[in-house]
């Protein structure tokens, strides 16, 4: 089974790719960046705002498919300058178990959608839900 995923604001901005793809028991969320839910304008305040945000953007669609932090298994993170990764783990931490940590990868890029300052995609365990 494989189901395609999107908010009506993505569908709205004419974007193209669903916010999340369910495959079986696995959600897999498309990247977010730090964006204003509905626009595409950047929150202000650098990568501690940026990162904030799109926590918040992914906890979204985490919990509009039943789901939280606690069953995201897998993150991939995209940094335009790989020397903000310790203030992007600053904010990051504050959003899963300490016990709990997902696998992550971390890569940076050399540019991101929006001149975004970090992106990240996550896989979320469906389980029985």
């Given at each position: 089974m494989i189901e395609f995923l999107s908010s009506h604001?993505?569908?709205a901005a004419g974007l193209p790719f669903s916010d999340?793809?369910?495959v079986g028991d696995v959600l897999y969320l498309s990247g977010a960046l730090g964006n204003e839910p509905g626009t595409m304008r950047l929150v202000p305040g650098g990568i501690a705002a940026e990162t904030r945000q799109?926590?918040?953007?992914?906890?979204?669609v985490l919990e509009q498919n039943g789901l939280s932090f606690d069953d995201?298994?897998?993150c991939t993170v995209m940094l335009a300058d790989i020397a903000?990764?310790?203030a992007f783990n600053?904010?990051?931490v504050?959003?899963?178990k300490p016990d709990r940590l997902p696998a992550r990868s971390a890569f940076a890029a050399s540019g991101l959608a929006l001149g975004a300052r970090v992106e990240m995609e996550c896989w979320a365990y469906i389980g029985g839900k």
């Amino acid at each position: 089974m494989i189901e395609f995923l999107s908010s009506h604001g993505t569908r709205a901005a004419g974007l193209p790719f669903s916010d999340a793809v369910r495959v079986g028991d696995v959600l897999y969320l498309s990247g977010a960046l730090g964006n204003e839910p509905g626009t595409m304008r950047l929150v202000p305040g650098g990568i501690a705002a940026e990162t904030r945000q799109m926590m918040t953007n992914i906890a979204r669609v985490l919990e509009q498919n039943g789901l939280s932090f606690d069953d995201v298994f897998k993150c991939t993170v995209m940094l335009a300058d790989i020397a903000q990764w310790p203030a992007f783990n600053k904010i990051y931490v504050d959003y899963f178990k300490p016990d709990r940590l997902p696998a992550r990868s971390a890569f940076a890029a050399s540019g991101l959608a929006l001149g975004a300052r970090v992106e990240m995609e996550c896989w979320a365990y469906i389980g029985g839900k």
